[in-house]
Nanobody, 124 residues
Framework: QLQLVESGGGLVQPGGSLRLSCAAS????????IGWFRQAPGKEREGVSC????????HYADSVKGRFTISRDNAKNTVYLQMSSLKPEDTATYYC?????????????????WGQGTQVTVSS
């Protein structure tokens, strides 16, 4: 089983920025497409962004387009989610997940392996 570990979450004021990291261990990350998802209390899991194996293709949910940027450094076995202009509605636990293929559907059903999540809270 693949192991993914998210980090970089925290408390930030509205309008601020955070960079989340998704580090892989025990396997080579460049064999997988990676997605970022989030889930707020009482809400369904939501696809945020995804990136293809070599980073050529990316896709964003409309709610984060223009504010979030996904990238990957396969040499470091890590995928990043740069989040800017954060809003209170971005508050959630953020998860990264791995898939053996890329698509821009942002469907959680496509992803087989998940990290434990990192909390992001946007509040003044």
């Amino acid at each position: 089983q693949l192991q993914l570990v998210e980090s970089g979450g925290g408390l930030v004021q509205p309008g601020g920025s955070l960079r989340l990291s998704c580090a892989a261990s025990g396997f080579t990350l460049d064999a997988y497409a990676i997605g970022w998802f989030r889930q707020a209390p009482g809400k369904e899991r939501e696809g945020v962004s995804c990136i293809s194996r070599r980073g050529v293709s990316t896709h964003y949910a409309d709610s984060v387009k223009g504010r979030f940027t996904i990238s990957r450094d396969n040499a470091k076995n890590t995928v990043y989610l740069q989040m800017s202009s954060l809003k209170p509605e971005d508050t959630a636990t953020y998860y990264c997940a791995a898939s053996s293929y890329y698509s821009d559907s942002l469907s959680y059903k496509q992803y087989d392996d998940w990290g434990q999540g990192t909390q992001v809270t946007v509040s003044s």
